[in-house]
DNA sequence: TTCGTTTTCGAAAACGTTTTCGGTAGTTAT
DNA sequence: ATAACTACCGAAAACGTTTTCGAAAACGAA
């Protein structure tokens, strides 16, 4: 009944087993197991994409030709590019991104890791890195740490699985360990830093002007008469609080004004933090006349109650914050800030990770640091 | 002096043209064209990805065995399996995402296109479609439209070239032929709309209380003793305006309000329009008492304007707005909202777009409407 | 011991490109 | 006429996986 499908004889076939749930058979004339495959389903082939293959079929060249034409290959008669592309065009031919990329062995894709999508700091730099990456024509893949530094690390893992080509990253609040970018780096991987950098490892680097920003508006309140300013700082082993801290330290000191440890309080970017750290001010013997926000939205926070208690800004207490967002000059008092901006970081940082891309070799690692400027409001003026 | 490279010969060689820049030669004895290579460069095999392959050559066994081990597969042997897994950690192998896709005809990525990353609404939307999707193994391409047709159209036809599984998209201000999204749904490309959908296409959809949402804000207004309401609405073409206007003319209509079209101002997210619209609204013999903005960002600044002007809000002018965000409980007076959350509304596209993608076929396309919320607060309270 | 069976694994094709190498034919200079 | 050359194109390998098919070996029962 059954018939070997190498010599078609009909008397040698014994069973011999089964195998992956059918019958196997096995024909001892020319010693061939098989078994008896279902005329196979109807594949659907209209929705599929053109290929390369088809092209090349339909025009009865080969797929070498059609790719050459398609690539502004030299090796090409114009004659038949000109056709290769008509019929192209014509079939609305997309080239696989992937195979391009199995190929070529890059991606244009870049991975950016960012704490928090939401915090429109961050989303402006991402805007910025957008524009840049799309102009430059690479494509851009987004992952959120939230803050936490496992996260970061399958997010570095999860983008290197992709092959991104290069990788923008801003830590976590909570990395203090660098592993997973030094292996990366290690392997070739073009890494830049921005805003939450890393010192340990030798990247690109954009940063605020945290130290100095901090200065500034420490000096500012100075000058404006304040005498004892408390600081709202950020995360304790962050490296911009710690520069933003600095910043503050360095003020106090050019004024000689003594450093009290009772106005400094470390918050996590937790929501109602900087109403502890004010609350505890507030109850000392002698409060503080000035606040510095080393974060604007604590400064945001801190007016709100400041209002609620009746205290005067900023004549009682002046207040100032770092980094600028509509809400700054909207609230009333509107906000004292140092400013940079994070469209103009994203598209600094692209444009580094860019050219590391392109010239891998020749690069060479540089930090930049943005230029901040003070926008003088309401809630530090006193007349 | 130079061999041929097939036959060994010496004395047959004669020169024949360049070729690629380098000297072409050719051997009358075996008929075979040659170059001479020159020993090709080291190649730099140090910083490369562990491959499958190595597993397998070092293992002295067969890429497919190493597959099946990797993939769980069930025709393997138990201790194989386990050694290949060791040696596998042990080499920190990480699959190459990108074979894997083209083999398997599937990324595991989707796309989001929206009009722009910095609008809070929108980022709070993409945090939303991360959560979901990286919890159900899927990456996110994100791509801005910047409010521009023709940079949607891009901007799809670049996430359909990397074969990104499904695609979530609210389009552009000036979207309003929507050929792009027919074609790919043609193809059978998953697709879901959100916030600004698209009714002549059969998609998932996940809207907001548009026209509900306008009419509880009208109807407060109204209850609140407006009885001339001005509404600043959103480009004319776009269908969430609409339904939002109709929602006001509804609430109008039910309280037997006539409809005045000089109340109607269409503003187009341009910074700075709804100062015209107030301006002309200011300017006319009877002033409105009532504001609806259809986009919360009027009636901020339209509450910063009207406080410039000295015109007491609520008691001369009540303003309420579509959509919530921190600012609008910090502006003073704070404004009056219908809110909806971002993030939900992401996380609910992102998990109608997973399951379309997993259950292709039996996919049911759905119009998902989510719940608003009415904030009252000063700026429309009337004691 | 011989046939049917199961378990385990390898060879090879497939995914859609690009690139390398060389063959063929036609052209120019001797 | 022929040596040296140019222009164009195809075959095949490569990128790193997965999957399909069947071979080999070991096992069990008649």
Redesign the pocket.
């Given at each position: 009944m059954i018939a070997c499908?190498?010599c078609g004889s009909v008397e040698n076939i014994?069973?011999?087993?089964?195998?992956?749930g059918k019958?196997?058979l096995?024909c001892k004339a020319c010693?061939?197991?098989?078994?008896i495959?279902l005329p196979?389903k109807e594949i659907n082939k209209t929705a599929?994409?053109?290929?390369?293959?088809?092209?090349?079929k339909s025009l009865?060249?080969?797929?070498?030709?059609?790719?050459?034409?398609?690539?502004g290959?030299?090796?090409?008669?114009?004659?038949?590019?000109q056709e290769i592309i008509r019929v192209a065009t014509e079939m609305d031919?997309?080239?696989?991104l992937?195979?391009?990329s199995?190929?070529?062995?890059e991606t244009h894709t870049i991975g950016v890791v960012i704490p928090n999508i939401e915090r429109p700091f961050f989303a402006g730099v991402l805007a910025g890195i957008q524009k840049v990456a799309t102009e430059a024509g690479y494509r851009v893949m987004i992952c959120q740490s939230n803050e936490s530094h496992s996260t970061e690390t399958l997010n570095v893992q999860a983008l290197v699985a992709s092959r991104v080509d290069g990788l923008l990253i801003s830590h976590s609040k909570e990395t203090t360990s660098f592993d997973h970018i030094k292996l990366q780096l290690r392997r070739g991987l073009p890494i830049v830093h921005f805003d939450r950098v890393c010192n340990e490892v030798e990247t690109a680097k954009v940063v605020q002007e945290d130290f100095e920003g901090s200065f500034v508006l420490t000096e500012h309140l100075i000058l404006q008469g304040c005498k004892r300013i408390a600081v709202c700082a950020g995360p304790r082993e962050l490296l911009i609080s710690i520069s933003r801290l600095n910043g503050y330290k360095a003020a106090l000191a050019k004024y000689d004004i003594p450093l009290r440890e009772e106005l400094i309080y470390h918050t996590n970017f937790i929501k109602g933090e900087s109403l502890l750290a004010l609350d505890g001010w507030l109850n000392l013997p002698q409060k503080p006349d000035g606040i510095l926000a080393v974060h604007y939205a604590n400064a945001i926070d801190m007016i709100v109650e400041l209002k609620k208690r009746k205290i005067k800004i900023p004549s009682e207490i002046a207040i100032v914050g770092f980094g600028d967002e509509l809400i700054a000059s909207l609230i009333e008092p509107s906000l004292t800030v140092f400013h940079h901006s994070p469209f103009q970081m994203g598209a600094i940082a692209a444009k580094m990770l860019v050219d590391n891309i392109i010239h891998k070799d020749t690069f060479q690692p540089m930090l930049q640091k943005m230029n901040g400027e003070l926008i003088i409001r309401q809630s530090s003026l006193r007349k």
């Open positions: 499908t190498k014994v069973k011999s087993g089964f195998i992956r019958q196997r096995f010693e061939v197991h098989f078994t495959n196979q599929r994409q053109i290929t390369i293959v088809d092209i090349a009865g060249i080969s797929p070498s030709t059609v790719s050459r034409a398609l690539n290959r030299s090796d090409i008669n114009p004659m038949t590019r031919y997309r080239p696989n992937l195979a391009q199995l190929n070529r062995g």
